[in-house]
């Protein structure tokens, strides 16, 4: 387990891969207090040792975390949660399913080999396709349900409600909407659920009340595109998305260790409804220290439910293709 200071276990957090993504959730971890101490794994022994120093620089404007890191799976020994964000980088272009087969290889023996240094801990899975790689990861091992999931769809519902929220005039803490399904092209936003304030968003005017609903199906079906290919557009842009992924992750991390039950849109193994079970997708959530929990029935319209369902079809048939 975890060394300990002062008679107390020190919560240790080890993310494997010091790319844009890793270092970009290293640092979200470290200035939000996620965790007392961070390991940065990277078999780039150059660049995690430069990482390592640069975070190392700025603890003392941060909450206390002790950092290290190395190209050797010892530095992850002993972790509490691990977040794998290492496998091949998605190019301009390029969708997520694309990058499966060299990632799935990857996570087939990365996995075992860190659930044997860190026996209890909780494995959370970043690198795309999220959804693809989280699958093979659990096959490869025999770990309890929930203990290995991905990040899946947190970050698109963020970006869903920020676009959402600008549109309302509103704060995105006010706006209560989810995607879920593939983390990728197949994606399905639950406006039916969609709620700003309370109001559901279908209803949603501003003004006196007396003008259009700002939510209509056309705004719907834009908002819900720019959602799917916002990714793509920031990678034509600067080469990677990592900011919003390294928050967006530091906040699973937290739920994580400080059992907080948080619901999120995690991607887990699923075991419900036939046309569902046996892929990993995002569906609300409860977080908590075992890692992935109960997986809530949430409603859905008809339209949302065969979409979820033709997701999970996508999602089978790479898994198929890819896991024999």
Known sequence: MSEHILGRPKVKVTIVGA??????????????????ALALYDTNADKVRAEV????????????????????????????????????????????????????????TLTPALLERSPDAVVLFVSNPVDIVTHAAIVATDAAPGRIFGSGTVLDSGRLRF?????????????????????????????????????????????????APLFDAAARADISAR?????????????????????????IVEAVLRDQHRVLP????????????????????????????????VAMSDEEREGLRASARTLREVQATLER
């Open 19 to 36: 790319g844009t993504v890793g270092t970009a959730i290293a640092y979200a971890c470290l200035i939000r207090g996620s965790a007392e």
């Open 53 to 108: 120093l640069d975070l190392n620089h700025g603890t003392q404007f941060a909450p206390p975390c002790r950092i290290e890191g190395g190209d050797d799976l010892a530095v992850t020994a002993g972790s509490d949660m691990i977040v794998v964000t290492a496998g091949a980088k998605q190019k301009p272009g390029q969708s997520r399913l694309e990058l499966a087969a060299a990632n799935v290889a990857l996570v087939q």
């Open 163 to 211: 676009l959402i929220a600008e549109r309302a005039g509103v704060a995105v803490e006010n706006v209560h909407a989810v995607v879920v399904g593939e983390h990728g092209d197949s994606e399905i936003t639950l406006w039916s659920g969609a709620t700003i304030g309370g109001v559901a968003a279908a209803k949603f005017v501003t003004g006196d009340g007396t003008s």
């Open 227 to 251: 959602v799917v290919h916002s990714a793509y557009e920031i990678i034509r842009g600067k080469g990677a998305t990592n900011l919003a992924i390294g928050l967006s992750t530091a906040r």
């Open 266 to 297: 995690v991607s887990t193994l699923q075991s419900g409804p036939e046309d569902l079970s046996g892929v990993c997708l995002s569906l609300p959530t409860v977080v908590d220290s075992r890692g992935a929990a109960q997986v809530l029935d």
